[in-house]
């Protein structure tokens, strides 16, 4: 998933998806915490692997996952193109407003704009670029 994109919550926590990201998310997909703060949405399919990686996993290294799943959240588009995200969800990203959707691969991000224009400014420079070309060995 790529791209940036800038909407608002609306006052019942309904956030619009971007249609091109619609597309890859599909019509019901599943969002939860991020290492960072800002939310994750992930695919039926993306998660369905997870769901796979985990199962393979001991139970006390299954166990290091609940907070993934304790919070996550299947969320369903309606016929405008928005999802309601649940409070507990929102309050973990800092979420009141302003969001920026930003595509991230196999996942998309939801981060407050405020927080997602620091993090953005930190990470868009010359020697980070140069850095994951370097990772990618590209």
Same mark, same amino acid.
């Given at each position: @998933?790529?791209?940036?994109?800038?909407?608002?919550?609306?006052?019942?926590?309904?956030?619009?998806?971007? +249609?091109?990201?619609?597309?890859? =998310?599909? /019509?019901? !997909?599943?969002?939860?915490?991020? @290492?960072?703060?800002?939310?994750? #949405?992930?695919?039926?399919?993306?998660?369905?692997? !997870? @769901? %796979?990686?985990?199962? +393979?996993?001991?139970?006390?290294?299954?166990?290091?996952?609940?907070? =993934? !799943?304790?919070?996550?959240?299947?969320? %369903?588009?309606?016929?405008?193109?928005?999802?309601?995200?649940?409070? +507990?969800?929102?309050?973990?990203?800092? =979420?009141?407003?302003?969001?920026?959707?930003?595509? #991230?691969?196999?996942?998309?991000?939801?981060? /407050?704009? /405020?927080?997602?224009?620091?993090?953005?400014?930190?990470?868009?420079?010359?020697?980070?670029?140069?850095?994951?070309?370097? %990772?990618? /060995?590209?």
């Amino acid at each position: @998933m790529t791209g940036i994109y800038n909407h608002t919550l609306d006052a019942k926590g309904r956030l619009f998806i971007p +249609a091109r990201l619609r597309d890859e =998310l599909g /019509d019901v !997909f599943y969002v939860t915490l991020s @290492m960072e703060k800002c939310l994750s #949405a992930y695919s039926s399919e993306s998660w369905a692997t !997870f @769901m %796979e990686k985990i199962k +393979a996993m001991p139970r006390a290294k299954q166990i290091k996952m609940r907070p =993934l !799943f304790s919070h996550a959240a299947k969320c %369903e588009l309606d016929a405008q193109g928005r999802i309601l995200l649940p409070q +507990a969800l929102r309050n973990f990203a800092g =979420l009141v407003k302003n969001v920026t959707v930003v595509g #991230a691969g196999e996942c998309a991000e939801f981060w /407050d704009s /405020d927080t997602w224009t620091s993090v953005d400014t930190l990470e868009t420079t010359p020697e980070n670029i140069a850095e994951v070309f370097t %990772e990618l /060995d590209f």
